[in-house]
C-alpha cells in the first residue's frame, strides 16, 4: 500500500495549485483521506479531510480557499488550493486517516 502525492510547484500569491494523491495497492474510496502540511520549523498540521461518505474538514486557514475532493476513476484525492498565500508554502502530505500510511510530500511554493 503506497500513497504518491504530486502537483506541487511554485506559484504567486493569489493563483492556484491542485495538488493530487494517488494510491496503490488500495481502494481510496474505502478510507478516509486527509492532507497535511509542514513549513520550515513548524510542526505537520492538518489541512483538510474528507470521509468516506464525503463529509470534507478544513483547517480554520485555508478554510473557503482549499476543496478536497475524490476522483475514483484515478483512485486519488485531490487538494484543489486557490487563493494561495505565502503563508500556504510548506510540504503538502497525504494519509490513510488514523494511521502511519503517508505519501512523500509535494513542495508547495508561493511567491508574494
Known amino acids: 500500500v503506497q500513497l504518491q502525492a504530486s502537483g506541487g510547484g511554485l506559484a504567486q500569491a493569489g493563483g492556484s495549485l491542485r495538488l493530487s494523491c494517488v494510491a496503490s495497492g488500495s481502494t481510496l474510496s474505502s478510507y478516509a483521506m486527509e492532507w497535511y502540511r509542514q513549513a520550515p520549523g513548524k510542526t505537520r498540521g492538518l489541512v483538510a479531510r474528507?470521509?468516506?461518505?464525503?463529509?470534507?474538514y478544513y483547517a480554520a486557514s485555508v478554510r473557503g480557499r482549499f476543496t478536497i475532493s475524490r476522483d475514483n476513476a484515478k483512485n486519488s484525492v485531490d487538494l484543489q488550493m486557490n487563493s494561495l498565500k505565502p503563508e500556504d508554502t510548506a510540504v503538502y502530505y497525504c494519509?490513510?486517516?488514523?494511521?502511519?500510511?503517508w505519501g512523500q510530500g509535494t513542495q508547495v511554493t508561493v511567491s508574494s
Open positions: 494519509r490513510y486517516y488514523g494511521t502511519d500510511i
Open positions: 474528507i470521509s468516506i461518505t464525503g463529509v470534507t
